[in-house]
């Protein structure tokens, strides 16, 4: 991520970045990142589109993949990754 924002906000590396990255970083925090990464790399996780979101026991997975002590913290960074539409 760092990466991807560095080359963002670099005038010569502009075209390597859409320029949407920036605002999408912006809104995330650190566990957001964990989790996002969790899940790209230790998928594929359950998500139900008729309930709108991941089961609980999938949280419990993604929250342990990310070092996560609780799932709750998983849970509202899912939450956001889904507003964001990254999830």
Do not use: C, W
Not at 28 to 42: C, I, S
Not at 66 to 81: D, K, P, V, W
Request: charged residues 20%.
């Amino acid at each position: 991520f760092a990466e991807l924002l560095a080359s963002a906000v670099d005038a010569s590396k502009a075209g390597d970045a859409h320029p949407g990255f920036v605002d999408v970083i912006r809104q995330m925090n650190a566990d957001d990142a964990r989790v996002f990464y969790a899940v790209a790399h230790r998928g594929p996780f359950f998500y139900s589109e008729e309930r709108r979101g991941f089961f609980h026991n999938t949280v419990r997975e993604i929250a342990a993949a990310a070092g996560f002590g609780t799932y709750q913290r998983a849970f509202n960074s899912l939450a956001n990754l889904d507003r964001l539409g990254l999830v």
